[in-house]
């Protein structure tokens, strides 16, 4: 058997999702992997179990991901300040690249959301209320779609909708009890298959 | 004077955008999902705005701290995940689980399914160490990736890949899983 069949069966056979995670690791076992913490045995059965079960995978890979910023952290002032320009003006020329390339052909690989981006400005502030229950922000050139995510202060999803309109009404169950803080954030899908994220607003929430 | 919420803003999505690019370009080669990715940025966003309410100190936020930060918002992203699940909480379908890339012929699937399923059984049976450095391995890591991935050295990872890879081949051709194989 050649080496690519061995690959593509071996990734056929674990793109499963258990129903439930009872038997994964848990996710300090997957920090653990990422800052090599504790004994070898234990962290060889953390990838072990990963690189056969998607969801641990996935789990591993957000967490591995966490190390870009503590390799920076390691390089010299100097070297930070250069490396964060450098991924700065790649990020940059990928924002001017996506706006130039053609809607067909995007593969993953370079698909790229941009974040923070003024190019999804929100129009709400204040209060969301019964007589005021709508977020609002401005049309994105190219977008297909809206994604409206709405947070509590300790992270937790309150909402969240994909709509292709430019408004997303709150629903009363979100607002109802006692007034409290909340984050938004839009994330716009574009055609071309990239993204752009606005920045994130707080609103106050009353019944 | 604390400055405004945009002020803030702007300075909270300059410092996350140094590292957003990288982070998306690196994990969707492993299947990190945007989804995941967006909650993660969502949540460390949130934790850094309340930690930091002017746009000066957020400016000066030491990679280290914004490191253990980044830890815990992905932690944080993982536990309310996995309680979704087990509280039964319907997840979004999943690009892979939804659009199947290419349909085999009925009986071509029936056999790389049983023969995906006989390759995992026979993964299983590696020493611990050969097991990860081969699933890693198949799972499209880089050699340089697994070797930091899991501490070892360059060499040590290259031994270990190479003597896992004829193991499972061994193995295999002992279950009559040959060159020969029909995939």
Redesign the interface.
């Known amino acids: 058997?050649?080496?690519e069949?061995?690959?593509?069966?071996?990734?056929?056979?674990?793109?499963r999702?258990p129903a439930?995670?009872a038997d994964?690791v848990p996710?300090?076992a997957?920090?653990d992997?990422?800052e090599?913490r504790g004994p070898?045995?234990a962290?060889?059965?953390s990838?072990?179990h990963a690189?056969?079960c998607?969801d641990c995978?996935?789990?591993l890979?957000?967490?591995?991901?966490?190390r870009?910023?503590?390799d920076?952290?390691r390089l010299p002032r100097f070297g930070?300040a250069l490396a964060?320009s450098l991924?700065?003006v790649?990020?940059l020329s990928?924002y001017t690249l996506g706006r130039n390339r053609p809607a067909s052909g995007a593969d993953?690989?370079r698909?790229?959301?941009?974040?923070?981006?003024d190019d999804v400005q929100l129009i709400t502030t204040g209060v969301l209320s019964g007589q005021t229950p709508n977020l609002v922000w401005r049309r994105t050139s190219g977008a297909a779609s809206y994604v409206v995510?709405l947070?509590r202060?300790?992270?937790?999803?309150l909402t969240r909708d994909t709509t292709a309109d430019t408004v997303f009404a709150v629903p009363d169950s979100v607002r109802a009890g006692p007034d409290a803080d909340a984050?938004w954030?839009v994330?716009a899908r574009l055609s071309d298959g990239t993204?752009v994220?606005s920045?994130?607003?707080?609103i106050r929430l009353t019944p | 004077m604390p400055r405004s919420p945009d002020a803030v803003s702007g300075t909270l999505e300059s410092l996350l955008l140094r590292h957003r690019e990288s982070v998306l370009r690196v994990g969707r080669r492993h299947g990190l999902s945007d989804q995941l990715l967006d909650e993660a940025m969502q949540e460390l966003r949130i934790r850094l705005w309340r930690a930091f309410p002017g746009s000066d100190q957020l400016a000066a936020v030491s990679p280290g701290y914004l490191y253990r930060a980044a830890v815990t918002a992905a932690l944080m992203v993982i536990r309310r995940r996995r309680a979704k699940r087990e509280s039964g909480v319907e997840m979004t379908p999943r690009f892979e689980e939804t659009t199947p890339a290419r349909e085999p012929r009925p009986d071509q699937a029936f056999d790389e399914s049983e023969l995906a399923e006989r390759l995992a059984r026979t993964v299983d049976e590696l020493p611990a160490a050969r097991q990860a450095v081969v699933r890693l391995h198949l799972q499209g890591y880089h050699r340089d990736e697994i070797a930091r991935l899991l501490g070892w050295s360059e060499a040590r990872t290259r031994n270990l890949l190479y003597r896992g890879l004829d193991d499972l081949r061994a193995l295999l051709a002992k279950r009559g899983i040959g060159p020969g194989a029909s995939v």
């Open positions: 058997m050649k080496e069949d061995l690959v593509r069966l071996y990734q056929r056979g674990a793109t999702r439930a995670r994964c996710p300090e997957l920090l992997v990422v090599q070898e045995a962290r060889l059965e990838v072990n690189m056969a998607a995978r996935e789990e890979e957000l967490l591995r991901a966490t870009i910023v503590r920076r952290a930070f964060a991924v700065l790649a990020g990928f993953d690989d698909a790229v959301t941009r974040s923070g981006s995510e947070r202060e300790d992270g937790t999803l984050y954030a994330t993204s994220v920045s994130v607003r707080r």
